[in-house]
């Protein structure tokens, strides 16, 4: 990779593997990363770390393709909300932010 980033001159490199990748193994790691983030305590399951609650706006079709990717990402029979995945989306988010 090195040799990579010589031929082209560059200064510095910027690791992007923790970017999704837009297919098949993004919405993997997307349930991956709900199985291991979400906990039930009788309810509907939720990320303990999440304390606090706001409602965002949607267009029409962003929230349909998150309930369709909510759907998706079923947990072993357990439902996983299009909020709570807009919620795990948008952290994700804000992380690549921070490493560019």
């Known amino acids: 990779m090195a040799d990579f980033h010589q ?4 200064e510095r ?3 992007l ?3 999704p990748s837009q297919g098949p193994l993004a919405l993997l ?3 991956a990363e709900l199985e291991r983030r979400l906990r039930s305590s009788g309810g509907r399951p939720t990320d303990p770390a999440w304390s606090v ?4 706006p ?3 079709e962003g929230w349909r393709e998150l309930e369709r990717l909510a759907a998706r990402c079923r947990l072993g029979g357990q439902s996983v909300s299009p909020s709570q995945l807009a ?3 948008i952290e994700r988010g804000l ?3 921070k490493l560019a």
């Open 7 to 10: 031929a082209l001159g560059a």
């Open 13 to 15: 490199s910027i690791p």
């Open 17 to 19: 593997d923790g970017l």
């Open 29 to 31: 790691q997307l349930r």
């Open 53 to 56: 609650r706001r409602l965002i």
């Open 58 to 60: 949607f267009k029409e």
């Open 87 to 89: 919620a795990l989306l």
């Open 95 to 97: 992380r690549d932010l």
